[in-house]
């Protein structure tokens, strides 16, 4: 069959027309320098502190924070859930891996306080 004019035989190895395309061997080559994306939580400060989680749909534990990862996975130890309903008791869970999307609140335990609400009407 004729070539007809593209480029080298279709099995040539180390031909650049088969490199071309596919980023040879090494792979693509970075054309620029691109800085490292930095997270925008450091959780690292609060490794084995306590802390307060909140999810979607309203359950809320606390517990020593072991470990996380760049998707807000976490894992905590010593945990207690706080369940509202039908009344309102603790519930010690041990060791647990959170789920980050489903995390909606982070906090701290050291320092929380609860506080009046300002936006309730004063009578």
Do not use: C, H
């Not at 480029?7 to 970075?30: E, H, K």
């Not at 807000?72 to 999307?101: A, H, I």
């Amino acid at each position: 069959m004729a070539d007809r004019g593209r480029g080298a035989a279709r099995g040539a190895r180390g031909s650049s027309a088969s490199a071309r395309g596919r980023g040879g061997p090494q792979g693509p080559q970075p054309t620029m320098d691109k800085p490292k994306r930095e997270a925008i939580l450091d959780l690292s400060k609060y490794v084995n502190e306590r802390i307060r989680v909140k999810f979607t749909g309203g359950r809320e534990v606390t517990g020593v924070l072991k470990g996380f990862d760049q998707l807000l996975n976490l894992v905590l130890d010593e945990v207690e859930e706080q369940p509202t309903e039908p009344s309102p008791r603790k519930r010690n869970l041990g060791l647990v891996v959170l789920r980050g999307p489903t995390i909606t609140l982070l906090s701290p335990v050291d320092g929380f306080e609860e506080i009046a609400n300002p936006f309730v009407a004063q009578e």
